[in-house]
């Protein structure tokens, strides 16, 4: 885990209905962090957007699966770091398909490297489950 100043931790059941609380969270955290506003934008997407891959195909829509995010400030950056509890993720096999494939889905990885600065598995937490964190600089 991050050293940086804890603006936000939530705990949210791994349903899409909660997405909304989190957006909000996250954009108010993102102003206090000092981001602007399409940095703020950039960061509430890319965080839907990997929550939303938590839920879809970590859990396989089981409602059941709990979804931990913390937002940290850092000197020059904002850290949210994702906390699941599914089984172990080989970051190996987590990527975009090929944006020629012309077919929904598929394109999240894609969507979080255009918006954040750095994105990707950190080590798994000793009890089980995946850790994955974004940065997104502070202007």
Do not use: T, W
């Not at 929550?51 to 829509?61: E, G, K, R, T, V």
């Amino acid at each position: 885990m991050s050293d940086g100043e804890e603006l936000v931790f939530m705990r949210f059941p791994s349903q899409p209905s909660r997405l909304k609380l989190l957006r909000c969270a996250i954009r108010e955290a993102a102003y206090l962090a000092g981001l602007d506003e399409d940095a703020a934008q950039a960061l509430i997407l890319a965080a839907n957007e990997a929550c939303m891959n938590i839920i879809q195909h970590a859990y396989a829509m089981d409602p059941r699966g709990r979804i931990e995010v913390r937002a940290l400030r850092e000197r020059a950056a904002m850290v949210l770091q994702l906390r699941d509890y599914a089984p172990h993720v080989d970051s190996d096999d987590v990527r975009s398909r090929d944006l020629n494939e012309i077919r929904p889905g598929g394109l999240g990885i894609h969507l979080i490297g255009s918006l954040m600065d750095e994105y990707g598995f950190l080590e798994p937490p000793a009890d089980g489950g995946n850790l994955y964190q974004m940065k997104k600089y502070i202007a």
